[in-house]
C-alpha cells in the first residue's frame, strides 16, 4: 500500500509539474501575441488605427495572462495542490 502511495504521490507532482510548464508556456504565448499587436500597431500609418492596436495589444496581452494564471491557480486548488 505505501508503494502505490508513494507511486500517486508521484504521479500528481509530475501532473503539477508540467501544469505549471503549460501555464508559462501559454503566459509566454499571450505575451507574443501581445506584442505582434503592438508592433502592428506601431508599423502602421494610421494614427488612429496605431493607437487602437498598441492599446488593444497591452489589454490582449495582460488579460491572456492574467485569466491563464487565475485558471492555472483554479486548477490548482481542485488538485489540492494549494491551501
Known sequence: MELKRVQEHRLARQDSFWATIRMGLMC?????????IMAWGLNTTDTGLGQIA???GQVVGYAGILVTVARWYSKARERGDTE
Open 28 to 36: 509566454l504565448a499571450w505575451c507574443g501575441i501581445g506584442l505582434a
Open 54 to 56: 498598441w492599446r488593444g
